[in-house]
């Protein structure tokens, strides 16, 4: 079945880095976009960007241009997510997700990250 | 970009119908039928269930359906179940090919 397995919890410190993996199986990688979307606790979703996982081509959100990096390893049908300088203000849950054709339709979705910035 | 607008909490009875409505602009929930909506129960994943404006995927209850007008989005669920009791989520993509969330609202069943 089609499915996006993300990797482990992360716990970091401020002014540091943090990568997270989103390994995709039961479908065809290129030819579909993976977008990711974060949930700090108790806060609604946002939107951070999406990777053309056939030609590597990704958008931003606005809010994170220059911090967020996506890129994909079509040998392991895997994609990553970078995110830097990071703050308390980046704790929470990070989530990749599968865009069909069209607008954005996610699914299916990764199970989660909980990504935790801490001094 | 601000999020879209929804209410932050809708409540019915068992039975009844609700109505989340999801307000945007010209440039996103007006410009394109590319409006899905997500349903999230405490601690899970979201999930998937409407897309382009009015699309049920398989496997999701007919009692939810979309609509749109203008720059407005809207939810309906109809003969509310306790199940239903979640937050609500949705979505549209942009005229700069970002995507943008609304800021949620919390469905409770009375």
């Known amino acids: 079945q089609v499915q996006l397995v993300q990797s482990g919890a992360e716990v970091t410190k401020p002014g540091a880095s943090v990568k997270v993996s989103c390994k995709a199986s039961g479908y065809t990688f290129t030819s579909y976009t993976i977008h990711w979307v974060r949930q700090a606790p108790g806060q609604s979703l946002e939107w951070m960007g999406w990777i053309n996982a056939a030609t590597g081509n990704t958008k931003y959100s606005q809010r994170l241009q220059g911090r967020v990096a996506l890129t994909r390893d079509t040998s392991a049908t895997t994609v990553y997510m970078e995110l830097s300088s990071l703050t308390s203000e980046d704790t929470g849950i990070y989530y990749c997700?599968?865009?069909?054709?069209?607008?954005?339709?996610?699914?299916?979705w990764g199970q989660g990250t909980l990504v935790t910035v801490s001094s | 970009q601000s999020a879209l607008t929804q209410p932050a909490s809708v409540s019915g009875s068992p039975g009844q119908s609700i109505t989340i409505s999801c307000t945007g602009t010209?440039?996103?929930?007006?410009?394109?039928?590319?409006v899905s909506w997500y349903q999230q129960h405490p601690g899970k994943v979201p999930k998937l269930i409407i897309h382009d404006v009015t699309n049920r995927p398989s496997g999701v209850s007919n009692r939810f359906s979309g609509s749109k007008s203008a720059n407005t989005a809207s939810l309906t669920i109809s003969g509310l179940q306790a199940e239903d009791e979640a937050d609500y989520y949705c979505c549209s993509h942009t005229t700069t090919s970002s995507v943008i969330f609304g800021g949620g609202t919390k469905v409770t069943v009375l």
């Open positions: 997700a599968r865009q069909a054709a069209g607008g954005p339709r996610f699914d299916p």
């Open positions: 010209n440039s996103d929930v007006g410009r394109y039928d590319y």
